[in-house]
Nanobody
Framework: QVQLVESGGGSVQTGGSLRLSCAAS????????IGWFRQAPGRDREGVAY??????GYVDSVKGRFTISQDNAKNTLYLQMNSLKPEDTAMYYC???????????????????WGQGTQVTVSS
């Protein structure tokens, strides 16, 4: 059974930190492509970061502030978010897909499985 469950969202002030979790079943965080996305009200869903085997990547707006880590025993991927800004406010989703060459890892259409999302709110 494929399931992705996000948790860890909340409300913080500018400069604060949160750690999001994505608990996966039906996919392996150590072998499959896992992406983090966010969607603010009235805006398109955008890719934030991804993990595929030994490789991670981030969009420019979060580089140096967000970091992916994983716990293979728990089959869980984490997104550590530091130095949060009001523009980081959004619903955050993790998504999974079987990895292969040529995928656009930051495009939502790449992924078939999605979690329900967790809200992150950053106040100034």
């Amino acid at each position: 059974q494929v399931q992705l469950v996000e948790s860890g969202g909340g409300s913080v002030q500018t400069g604060g930190s949160l750690r999001l979790s994505c608990a996966a079943s039906g996919y392996s965080v150590s072998r499959d492509l896992i992406g983090w996305f966010r969607q603010a009200p009235g805006r398109d869903r955008e890719g934030v970061a991804y993990s595929y085997r030994a490789t991670t990547g981030y969009v420019d707006s979060v580089k140096g502030r967000f970091t992916i880590s994983q716990d293979n025993a728990k089959n869980t991927l984490y997104l550590q978010m530091n130095s949060l800004k009001p523009e980081d406010t959004a619903m955050y989703y993790c998504a999974a897909e079987q990895g292969r060459a040529g995928l656009n890892v930051f495009a939502p259409r790449t992924y078939h499985s999605w979690g329900q999302g967790t809200q992150v709110t950053v106040s100034s």
